[in-house]
């Protein structure tokens, strides 16, 4: 069966430091991947979604950067945090098929300080 | 570009009444429309989908959804509420060519003893 790890649970990080949050996939092979931020009364953000190994899509242009080294691997990254930057991330998957449902990580809270 | 619109932020309503979560969307194109659920410190799952056929959904845990076209709206409704369906409930749309998910702000249902 499949599974979405991602990782970490928790963080907290100072404003200016870098950030690496990293999700992987098992048990599917080219499967699209998707990161959301949620935040209360504001719903679910998309940030960016991928297609393909190196195929990266931005929704929202910001203080972060994603990259797909490999197909199942997704990593949400920025390289100075800003306090804005706090929020629940999600990464979620979905099969390469239009209109698949998404299957979602157990997500991370960040808190910029 | 897509969106989606949940005008409820909060919809409190007694055990064994019935419910209806509105979700209205835009989009130039057809879409494929969703419905999802967070409960208290779970993940997000999917209620129902709505992709082509059938305007009447019915998901999981007795809900339905309707597709109406003309009014662009998908309400989620059930005709008695359990305690155990207080959660956080997410409207989504995909454009019928693309990949991109968008989710609306959600809407928090509290069901009452």
């Known amino acids: 069966s499949q599974t979405i790890h991602q990782w970490p649970a928790t963080l907290v990080q100072p404003v200016g430091s870098p950030l690496s949050l990293e999700c992987t996939v098992e048990g599917t092979s080219n499967p699209n991947l998707y990161w959301y931020r949620q935040a209360a009364g504001r719903g679910l953000q998309l940030l960016f979604y991928s297609v393909g190994i190196g195929q990266i899509s931005s929704e929202v242009p910001q203080n972060l950067s994603a990259s797909r080294p490999q197909d199942r691997q997704f990593i949400l990254s920025s390289k100075k945090l800003l306090l804005s930057d706090s929020g629940f991330y999600l990464c979620?998957?979905?099969?390469?098929?239009?209109?698949?449902?998404?299957?979602f990580g157990s997500g991370t809270q960040l808190s910029v300080l | 570009a897509q969106s989606v619109t949940q005008l409820d932020s909060q919809v409190p309503v007694f055990e064994e009444a019935p419910v209806e979560l509105r979700c209205n969307y835009s989009?130039?194109?057809?879409?494929?429309l969703f419905w999802y659920v967070q409960y208290p410190n779970q993940g997000l799952q999917l209620l129902l989908k709505y992709l082509s056929g059938s305007t009447l959904v019915k998901g999981i845990n007795g809900f339905e959804a309707e597709f109406n076209k003309s009014q662009t709206s998908f309400h989620l409704r059930k005709p008695s509420v359990h305690i155990s369906d207080t959660a956080e409930y997410f409207c989504?749309?995909?454009?019928?060519?693309?990949?991109?998910?968008?989710f609306g702000t959600g809407t928090r249902l509290k069901v009452l003893a």
């Open positions: 989504a749309v995909s454009a019928s060519g693309t990949y991109k998910y968008i």
């Open positions: 979620a998957w979905s099969a390469l098929l239009k209109g698949e449902k998404l299957f």
């Open positions: 989009s130039s194109v057809s879409v494929y």
